[in-house]
């Protein structure tokens, strides 16, 4: 089911034992769009420390009372490899993750999830330029153990949104398969604060997204974005919206 991202901020996560935390974000890869961490934040029980938990960990979710049930116990978080949440992850530290907890074999192994990524590679004459400045090895080993294709969803919301031919909006939340944990669509809040309105784009419609100038190019125009149907983000997403999107913009559905 197409959930949105903002919807499950907050929710709990239980165990046996009683309740574990709250989930305060989400980071994703930014070759497969999947949400691959939840970024929990622990109760008073372990000094409110921010723990990754992987959807791999997640049972059925209880839509009415928020929550979810994991498969982990307290004391397995408890005593789990010590990540500085608000600091980029490397792979080092996923590798630990995933070696430490029950979740089957690294996402990071998966060659398609290394490659240079929507949000590009480091261009190489400013790379080498770097290399070059370094005083020693650390500049480089960093840049190479650091997994920049990991994007916290948090600090993507409010990146402005390009289309060919200017800039048309921003983005304000997210629409994901909770069954896959696939991240769609960017749901775009465009217009002016007086005449805002809020539609939807598919993340396979993005051409790149710049870090450093927190913007995302898309391949479609300001007048189609414009007009595309608008998204009523209270309402859950249908196959009957989605195809009306795909038809406006002309291109092939979802495979």
């Known amino acids: 089911m197409n959930k949105n991202i903002k919807v499950l901020v907050g929710f ?46 997640l049972q059925k979710p209880d839509w009415e009372n928020e929550e979810f049930s994991v498969n982990l116990t307290k004391e397995q978080i408890k005593n789990s ?8 992850v490397s792979r080092q530290q996923e590798e630990q993750l995933y070696s430490y907890y029950p979740w089957g ?8 999830e290394h490659g240079a990524g929507i949000f590009g590679a480091m ?11 370094a005083t020693s090895g650390n500049a480089v080993a ?11 969803t948090e600090n993507v919301t409010g990146y402005k949104i ?8 921003k983005v304000v939340d997210y629409i994901f398969d909770d069954s896959t944990w696939e991240i769609k669509y960017l749901v775009i809040e465009s217009g002016t604060w007086l005449d805002s309105r809020k539609v939807l784009l598919a993340t396979q419609w993005i051409r790149e997204v710049n ?4 913007a ?16 009523d983000i209270d309402q859950v997403l249908n196959e009957s919206y989605e195809r009306s999107l795909y038809d406006y913009y002309g291109k092939p559905g979802r495979s």
């Open 81 to 88: 490899p010590n990540i500085d949440t608000d600091k980029p």
């Open 12 to 57: 709990s996560l239980k165990e046996a034992d009683g309740e574990i935390g709250k989930i305060e974000d989400f980071y994703f890869d930014d070759i497969s769009w999947k949400i691959r961490y939840l970024v929990v934040k622990t109760g008073n029980w372990f000094t409110g420390r921010k723990v990754l938990i992987s959807p791999k960990s």
């Open 162 to 169: 390009h289309a060919t031919d200017g800039e048309i909006g």
């Open 105 to 112: 074999t690294y996402w990071g192994s998966d060659p398609h």
């Open 216 to 231: 995302v190019i898309v391949g479609v125009s300001l007048a189609e974005v414009k007009n595309s149907p608008e998204f």
């Open 211 to 214: 870090w450093d100038n927190s």
């Open 123 to 133: 261009p190489s004459k400013l790379y080498n330029s770097k290399v070059e400045d």
């Open 142 to 152: 960093e840049q190479e153990n650091n997994d920049h294709h990991l994007r916290s």
